[in-house]
C-alpha cells in the first residue's frame, strides 16, 4: 500500500502564495513521476505540474512563470511552489505519484487539499 499525505492549502488573498508538499510513504519501490492535478466546481480535473525521475517538468499553459514543482527523492516528497495566486488558481489540488514495477505504472492520489484564492 502507498499513502500520500498532502498539506500547504489554505485561503490566501490575490498576489499571494502557498506552498503544497505530498509525502509518499508505504510500498514505495519506483517513483517514475510525481505531479499535481487540481480540480475545481463544476470542471474536470486538469494537469497543473509534473517532474519526473530525471526531474524533467511540464505545467499547465496557465500556471507557467508563476509555479515551480520539485521533488525531494529521499523523503518521497514532492513540492508545489505557487506564487502570485489568482482567484481562478482556486480549486481543490490533489497530489499524483506514479510508481513503475516491470515496466508497469501504478497510479496513485492524495486525498486532494483545498486551495482558495480569495480577497
Known amino acids: 500500500q502507498v499513502q500520500l499525505v498532502e498539506s500547504g492549502g489554505g485561503l490566501v488573498q490575490p498576489g499571494g502564495s502557498l506552498r503544497l508538499s505530498c509525502e509518499a510513504s508505504?510500498?514505495?519501490?519506483?517513483?517514475?513521476?510525481m505531479g499535481w492535478y487540481r480540480q475545481a466546481p463544476g470542471r474536470q480535473r486538469e494537469l497543473v505540474a509534473r517532474?519526473?525521475?530525471?526531474?524533467?517538468?511540464n505545467y499547465a499553459d496557465s500556471v507557467k512563470g508563476r509555479f515551480t514543482i520539485s521533488r525531494d527523492n529521499a523523503k518521497n516528497t514532492v513540492y508545489l511552489q505557487m506564487n502570485s495566486l489568482k482567484p481562478e488558481d482556486t480549486a481543490v489540488y490533489y497530489c499524483?505519484?506514479?510508481?513503475?514495477?516491470?515496466?508497469?505504472?501504478?497510479?496513485?492520489w492524495g486525498q486532494g487539499t483545498q486551495v482558495t484564492v480569495s480577497s
Open positions: 517532474i519526473t525521475s530525471g526531474s524533467s517538468t
Open positions: 508505504g510500498s514505495i519501490f519506483s517513483i517514475n513521476a
Open positions: 499524483n505519484v506514479v510508481l513503475r514495477s516491470a515496466y508497469v505504472d501504478y497510479d496513485y
